[in-house]
């Protein structure tokens, strides 16, 4: 790694996908980067490992999905060959089959959302259902990822959202709130509607092809995050098993050192990269951060339960497509299932099947006994796919992550924190972090891990920033909407008095 700086010592906490970002490139620039993680290894919530049997395990599977440019020029940068083919994807309700998903980029290139609209395949749901969702179309236009935006948006559920436009029960029920459960993790009366609308365009609607998925040929842990934290350890200090408790702040507004039980790392810039639980954990136990308020406003954020478990079973299941995600089994709580043998490497010539099954916002899950949990899953998978019936689960493992994902709840767009904060030299970063990138969960902590090494970089004036690829612009039928609404939002806004709520 090149040595540009005068070896500036940046301290990063939390080594996610955001936290390795800003370490990467900081050490590629020559700053003296420290990364402390709490945990035993790197990768945060997307981290793997053995179990005491050899048994590859991670915490959920996760899907990079055609948008993700900035990881998958990561991944070309590190050489490295992490990923599966382009997938295909179905979904499943206690009534069987209900939509299977092409790979939409080899079909015929149409305006969006008519891709989305005409090709993906749905069983039962009825044609007058899927056109109730076209008055949402005026949403999704005004929707523009700005900061008035998101307050226009944020108050609102996305429940109420789809209500408003006329989006039928079936449609919402079937369609919508699934999505909500996989993509924000939450039901839709949980969720913003400014992150529902901002989820559901990154990944399905701005382009034909942006619901395509890949994902790792084996945990993500040890395809991407062992050749990259090698390749990082070349010009940082990777210290794991460092969790930080508080800051150390002088009186010209500066953090200089970072506090971790007994140790304390010196610091001229530092780059917070933890989730919400995380952070509300630091503040509780730090002086310095409590006294500014937007960190003590972190506390009105929350974070969500999630369930991973991996389940081995002694014969061979057809599973038509790798992976899966369902609905209706619980009315708050969606889940995927992956067919391990078709997608992991390692268990492709297994003579069983390996199945992991995911479960998010999994509340009333976690505190079962893993024999109930397994007969859970055993007893779901069933419902999709009949074989698993009459199989018997020789293996598993059930890996509970309370409090682990982002909540976008109504309202918590304002608690939020952007990546300068009120300190002068104390960058945040992490998948919760506002940006007006415009991508979401891992690409989008990735970014906002670039973006805050990028800020370090600027304030020191030493380096060269890191070149973060923009998502493509909007379709010019979306971007010529959006320039007449917003005329039209400021039009109004000149004749009307700001009399109403926004
Ligand atoms: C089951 C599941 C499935 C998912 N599926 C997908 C998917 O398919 N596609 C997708 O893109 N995203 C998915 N996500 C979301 C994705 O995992 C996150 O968006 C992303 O990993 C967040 O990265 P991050 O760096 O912001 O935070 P994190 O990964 O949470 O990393 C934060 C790190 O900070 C550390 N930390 C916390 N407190 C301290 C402290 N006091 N001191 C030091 N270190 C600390 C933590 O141990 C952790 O390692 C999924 C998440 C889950 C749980």
């Given at each position: 790694?090149?040595?540009?700086?005068?070896?500036?010592?940046?301290?990063?906490?939390?080594?996610?996908?955001?936290?390795?970002?800003?370490?990467?490139?900081?050490?590629?620039?020559?700053?003296?980067?420290?990364?402390?993680?709490?945990?035993?290894?790197?990768?945060?919530?997307?981290?793997?490992?053995?179990?005491?049997?050899?048994?590859?395990?991670?915490a959920?599977?996760?899907?990079?999905?055609?948008?993700?440019?900035?990881?998958?020029?990561?991944?070309?940068?590190?050489?490295?060959?992490?990923f599966?083919?382009?997938?295909?994807?179905?979904?499943?309700?206690?009534?069987?089959?209900?939509?299977?998903?092409?790979?939409?980029?080899?079909?015929?290139?149409?305006?969006?959302?008519?891709?989305?609209?005409?090709?993906?395949?749905?069983?039962?749901?009825?044609?007058?259902?899927?056109?109730?969702?076209?008055?949402?179309?005026?949403a999704?236009?005004?929707?523009?990822?700005?900061?008035?935006?998101?307050?226009?948006?944020?108050?609102?559920?996305?429940?109420?959202?789809?209500?408003?436009?006329?989006?039928?029960?079936?449609?919402?029920?079937?369609?919508?709130?699934?999505?909500?459960?996989?993509?924000?993790?939450?039901?839709?009366?949980?969720?913003?509607?400014?992150?529902?609308?901002?989820?559901?365009?990154?990944?399905?609607?701005?382009?034909?092809?942006?619901?395509?998925?890949?994902?790792?040929?084996?945990?993500?842990?040890?395809?991407?995050?062992?050749?990259?934290?090698?390749?990082?350890?070349?010009?940082?200090?990777?210290?794991?098993?460092?969790?930080?408790?508080?800051l150390?702040?002088?009186?010209?507004?500066?953090?200089?050192?970072?506090?971790?039980?007994?140790?304390?790392?010196?610091?001229?810039?530092?780059?917070?990269?933890?989730?919400?639980?995380?952070?509300?954990?630091?503040?509780?136990?730090?002086?310095?951060?409590?006294?500014?308020?937007?960190?003590?406003?972190?506390?009105?954020?929350?974070?969500?339960d999630?369930?991973?478990?991996?389940?081995?079973?002694?014969?061979?299941?057809?599973?038509?497509?790798?992976?899966?995600?369902?609905?209706?089994?619980?009315?708050?709580?969606?889940?995927?299932?992956?067919?391990?043998?078709?997608?992991?490497?390692?268990?492709?010539?297994?003579?069983?099947?390996?199945?992991?099954?995911?479960?998010?916002?999994?509340?009333?899950?976690?505190?079962?006994?893993?024999?109930?949990?397994?007969?859970?899953?055993?007893?779901?998978?069933?419902?999709?796919?009949?074989?698993?019936?009459?199989?018997?689960?020789?293996?598993?493992?059930?890996?509970?992550?309370?409090?682990?994902?982002?909540?976008?709840?109504?309202?918590?767009?304002?608690?939020?924190?952007?990546?300068?904060?009120?300190?002068?030299n104390?960058?945040?970063?992490?998948?919760?972090?506002?940006?007006?990138?415009?991508?979401w969960?891992?690409?989008?902590?990735?970014?906002?891990?670039?973006?805050?090494?990028?800020l370090?970089?600027?304030?020191?004036?030493?380096?060269?920033?890191?070149?973060?690829?923009p998502?493509?612009?909007?379709?010019?039928?979306?971007?010529?909407g959006?320039?007449?609404?917003?005329?039209?939002?400021?039009?109004?806004?000149?004749?009307?008095?700001?009399?109403?709520?926004?």
């Amino acid at each position: 790694m090149s040595q540009v700086s005068q070896g500036k010592r940046v301290v990063v906490v939390g080594a996610g996908w955001a936290g390795l970002g800003a370490t990467y490139h900081l050490a590629k620039q020559g700053y003296d980067v420290t990364l402390l993680e709490a945990g035993s290894y790197p990768g945060g919530l997307v981290a793997g490992w053995k179990t005491a049997a050899g048994r590859s395990v991670e915490a959920g599977i996760h899907g990079f999905w055609y948008p993700y440019s900035n990881i998958f020029s990561l991944i070309n940068e590190l050489g490295i060959n992490p990923f599966t083919t382009w997938t295909r994807s179905a979904q499943y309700s206690p009534a069987g089959l209900e939509v299977e998903s092409p790979i939409f980029q080899n079909l015929p290139q149409l305006p969006t959302p008519l891709g989305t609209f005409l090709y993906t395949q749905f069983k039962r749901l009825p044609l007058i259902d899927r056109l109730s969702a076209l008055p949402l179309l005026y949403a999704v236009i005004d929707f523009d990822n700005s900061d008035e935006a998101w307050r226009r948006y944020d108050f609102v559920t996305a429940r109420e959202l789809f209500k408003d436009f006329g989006v039928s029960f079936r449609l919402y029920r079937e369609s919508f709130e699934p999505m909500l459960l996989v993509g924000l993790f939450a039901p839709g009366e949980q969720c913003s509607a400014a992150a529902a609308l901002g989820m559901l365009y990154y990944f399905i609607l701005a382009h034909q092809p942006d619901f395509d998925v890949v994902w790792c040929r084996g945990t993500v842990g040890e395809k991407i995050f062992r050749p990259w934290v090698e390749r990082i350890e070349t010009g940082a200090k990777v210290l794991a098993n460092r969790r930080v408790t508080d800051l150390i702040v002088d009186s010209d507004n500066r953090a200089t050192g970072v506090v971790c039980g007994d140790e304390v790392f010196d610091a001229d810039a530092v780059i917070f990269a933890v989730g919400i639980t995380g952070m509300k954990k630091i503040v509780s136990s730090s002086p310095n951060l409590q006294k500014r308020q937007e960190f003590r406003n972190l506390n009105n954020l929350g974070a969500i339960d999630v369930l991973a478990t991996r389940l081995w079973f002694d014969r061979k299941i057809h599973i038509k497509r790798p992976s899966n995600a369902c609905f209706g089994f619980d009315t708050t709580t969606g889940w995927t299932f992956f067919d391990l043998n078709t997608l992991h490497d390692e268990y492709r010539h297994e003579p069983g099947t390996v199945v992991e099954a995911d479960f998010y916002h999994a509340n009333q899950f976690l505190s079962l006994e893993n024999e109930e949990i397994v007969s859970i899953v055993q007893r779901y998978l069933a419902t999709c796919v009949p074989e698993f019936r009459e199989a018997k689960v020789i293996d598993s493992s059930v890996i509970r992550l309370p409090q682990a994902v982002s909540h976008f709840a109504p309202g918590s767009y304002r608690y939020m924190l952007p990546a300068k904060t009120s300190f002068k030299n104390v960058f945040m970063s992490g998948d919760w972090i506002v940006n007006r990138h415009g991508s979401w969960s891992q690409e989008k902590a990735y970014v906002t891990g670039l973006e805050a090494a990028n800020l370090v970089i600027s304030s020191f004036g030493e380096g060269t920033p890191v070149k973060i690829l923009p998502v493509q612009p909007d379709e010019a039928h979306i971007q010529l909407g959006r320039v007449v609404n917003k005329t039209a939002r400021q039009i109004g806004k000149f004749i009307l008095p700001q009399f109403w709520l926004p």
